[in-house]
């Protein structure tokens, strides 16, 4: 079978990729070993929160200070703020509608009653513009009795230190009765799943605003509208006082949404998208990839102009770790890490971790480099690049993302 | 009993399939109604995670270092969750 570009890796980076080239044309294939990061998606894409453990309030300007090995000084800063621009416009035709700046954090509410800067913010969630003061002061938060995955106490405190009176109720409806009744069922997709039918809604809208009487906003788990995208918009129209959606325990159900969402937006661009399969290796030839064996694909060899590599970083297996070293398990690239195991991780679990700054290494046009030698047609996008702490930074979905359009803009030159 | 460290000796929690990734901060909640700070619940939680944190760390490699940049990404990524004074 031959593309014009095949992606490795099915998250938020290769679709990204696989959108933005079958926009221009392209005939794309995704190879997706299945789950991704997105199924952990807290609902919002950072791009740069902090640096050297300090705020950030423009991400824009932030980006001056870090490292030349960092991936935004290798896309270049002249680049970033158009490509964030495009970055926001993809998701938009996608049919995903966020709201944020490139050039002024705002601010979430973690589940943990904790305020967050980030960048965009997906719809069913709310933006602050203040990390230190709400525009409201009275609220209760609402739980499904029997759901252990979202922590009505932790969010009470949080709001307490920033002087808000927040009440705790747990809402009980039939519809969640067969779920509750083992503890292992009761997962933020079963409960979005029961509001996927549609005969919740009304029910549980009129519970809420029987309980919500007093106060000035209802902040819920956010499990609604799995694979049926209106829940939250018909919520918000039932439901009195405004919402605040804070994010469960994963598997997120916005993020499992917004992924088949963009899945659909490739697909729906003439993408092929290939699930559940895993890619093997490849056939070199004079430092070009020619082709990629996978392993739903048997002897049908994978053929395609440009490769691009997006498998994510250690827990999605795009870099692997054994007791002695670190390699690129499907084409033993050559990786930017210590190779002695010694120097991979600092004691203090909260400390910056250096394995996290490990990946694949690139030559100055993100091409993966192979004993050295630059494979002029395998480009590399997303956590799989290391140069970065992105959980340090709060850098992941915008270097996933970044990365991705500008690997797109090397190949269409 | 009143924090997940004493909870694990007596029952294991967050060394079984997920190792704390997701069970300590299900635990954590519930551990929290018998707190009278739910801001010690979150330290305690913070706490539990450097806990684990030494015994994984000598063998963290393979699927442990995965499992345990999972466990970072859920609960410093998405939860905004600190060492302490959380």
């Given at each position: 079978?031959?593309?014009?570009?095949?992606?490795?890796?099915?998250?938020?980076?290769?679709?990204?990729?696989?959108?933005?080239?079958?926009?221009?044309?392209?005939?794309?294939?995704?190879?997706?070993?299945?789950?991704?990061a997105?199924?952990f998606?807290s609902?919002s894409f950072d791009l740069l929160g902090k640096v050297d453990g300090e705020d950030v309030s423009?991400p824009?300007?932030g980006m001056?200070s870090l490292s030349?090995k960092h991936p935004y000084q290798?896309?270049?800063?002249?680049?970033?703020?158009?490509?964030?621009?495009?970055?926001?416009?993809?998701?938009?035709?996608?049919?995903?509608?966020?709201?944020?700046?490139?050039?002024?954090n705002?601010?979430?509410?973690t589940?943990m009653?904790i305020m967050k800067p980030t960048w965009?913010?997906?719809?069913?969630?709310?933006?602050?513009?203040?990390?230190?003061?709400?525009?409201?002061?009275?609220?209760?938060?609402?739980?499904?009795?029997?759901?252990?995955?979202?922590?009505?106490?932790?969010?009470?405190?949080?709001?307490?230190?920033?002087?808000?009176?927040?009440?705790?109720?747990?809402?009980?409806?039939?519809?969640?009765?067969?779920?509750?009744?083992?503890?292992?069922?009761?997962?933020?997709?079963?409960?979005?799943?029961?509001?996927?039918?549609?005969?919740?809604?009304?029910?549980?809208?009129?519970?809420?605003?029987?309980?919500?009487?007093?106060?000035?906003?209802?902040?819920?788990?956010?499990?609604?509208?799995?694979?049926?995208?209106?829940?939250?918009?018909?919520?918000?129209?039932?439901?009195?006082?405004?919402?605040?959606?804070?994010?469960?325990?994963?598997?997120?159900?916005?993020?499992?949404?917004?992924?088949?969402?963009?899945?659909?937006?490739?697909?729906?661009?003439?993408?092929?998208?290939?699930?559940?399969?895993?890619?093997?290796?490849?056939?070199?030839?004079?430092?070009?990839?020619?082709?990629?064996?996978?392993?739903?694909?048997?002897?049908?060899?994978?053929?395609?102009?440009?490769?691009?590599?997006?498998?994510?970083s250690f827990y999605?297996?795009?870099i692997?770790?054994?007791?002695?070293?670190?390699?690129?398990?499907?084409?033993?690239?050559?990786?930017e890490g210590d190779?002695?195991?010694?120097n991979w991780l600092d004691e203090k679990f909260f400390n910056d971790q250096p394995y996290m700054h490990y990946g694949?290494?690139?030559?100055?046009?993100?091409?993966?480099?192979?004993?050295?030698?630059?494979?002029?047609?395998?480009?590399?996008?997303g956590s799989?690049l290391g140069g970065a702490n992105p959980l340090k930074e709060g850098s992941g979905a915008g270097i996933s993302?970044?990365?991705?359009?500008?690997?797109?803009?090397?190949?269409?030159? | 009993?009143?924090?997940?460290?004493?909870?694990?000796?007596?029952?294991?929690?967050?060394?079984?399939?997920?190792?704390?990734?997701?069970?300590?901060?299900?635990?954590?909640?519930?551990?929290?109604?018998?707190?009278?700070?739910?801001?010690?619940?979150?330290?305690?939680?913070a706490?539990?995670l450097q806990?684990?944190w030494?015994?994984?760390s000598?063998?963290a490699?393979?699927?442990?270092i995965?499992?345990v940049q999972f466990t970072s990404w859920i609960y410093e990524g998405i939860y905004g969750l600190k060492p302490e004074n959380n």
């Amino acid at each position: 079978m031959k593309f014009d570009n095949i992606i490795i890796g099915g998250g938020l980076s290769g679709l990204t990729c696989g959108i933005k080239l079958a926009e221009q044309g392209k005939k794309c294939a995704i190879v997706s070993s299945g789950q991704s990061a997105i199924h952990f998606f807290s609902g919002s894409f950072d791009l740069l929160g902090k640096v050297d453990g300090e705020d950030v309030s423009n991400p824009l300007e932030g980006m001056k200070s870090l490292s030349e090995k960092h991936p935004y000084q290798r896309v270049g800063l002249e680049n970033i703020e158009r490509l964030t621009d495009d970055a926001l416009h993809l998701l938009i035709r996608a049919g995903l509608s966020f709201t944020g700046q490139a050039n002024r954090n705002h601010f979430v509410l973690t589940p943990m009653g904790i305020m967050k800067p980030t960048w965009l913010t997906l719809d069913d969630f709310t933006s602050f513009d203040h990390k230190d003061h709400f525009p409201w002061n009275k609220a209760v938060i609402l739980n499904f009795s029997g759901f252990l995955d979202f922590h009505t106490l932790f969010i009470k405190d949080g709001l307490k230190k920033l002087e808000v009176d927040a009440q705790i109720k747990n809402i009980s409806m039939k519809q969640f009765e067969a779920i509750r009744k083992n503890p292992s069922e009761m997962r933020s997709t079963n409960i979005a799943k029961e509001f996927d039918k549609g005969n919740a809604i009304d029910e549980f809208a009129e519970k809420v605003n029987l309980l919500s009487e007093t106060t000035e906003v209802v902040i819920l788990p956010a499990v609604f509208g799995l694979f049926n995208r209106n829940v939250v918009e018909k919520l918000n129209q039932k439901i009195n006082k405004p919402l605040v959606l804070l994010p469960a325990i994963p598997p997120s159900v916005p993020g499992v949404r917004s992924q088949i969402m963009l899945r659909q937006r490739f697909q729906d661009l003439g993408g092929t998208y290939f699930m559940g399969d895993n890619v093997e290796g490849g056939t070199f030839d004079n430092n070009r990839l020619l082709d990629i064996k996978t392993n739903n694909h048997d002897d049908i060899k994978l053929e395609a102009d440009q490769f691009i590599l997006a498998s994510g970083s250690f827990y999605s297996k795009g870099i692997v770790a054994t007791h002695n070293k670190l390699y690129e398990p499907i084409f033993g690239l050559d990786i930017e890490g210590d190779s002695d195991r010694n120097n991979w991780l600092d004691e203090k679990f909260f400390n910056d971790q250096p394995y996290m700054h490990y990946g694949v290494k690139t030559d100055d046009k993100f091409r993966a480099v192979m004993d050295g030698q630059s494979i002029e047609n395998l480009y590399v996008a997303g956590s799989v690049l290391g140069g970065a702490n992105p959980l340090k930074e709060g850098s992941g979905a915008g270097i996933s993302v970044l990365t991705s359009l500008h690997t797109v803009e090397q190949i269409l030159k | 009993m009143n924090n997940l460290i004493d909870l694990r000796r007596r029952t294991r929690v967050g060394m079984g399939t997920c190792q704390g990734e997701l069970c300590a901060c299900r635990a954590a909640g519930l551990l929290c109604d018998s707190l009278e700070e739910a801001g010690k619940a979150k330290d305690d939680l913070a706490n539990f995670l450097q806990e684990r944190w030494k015994g994984m760390s000598p063998i963290a490699w393979g699927d442990t270092i995965n499992e345990v940049q999972f466990t970072s990404w859920i609960y410093e990524g998405i939860y905004g969750l600190k060492p302490e004074n959380n």
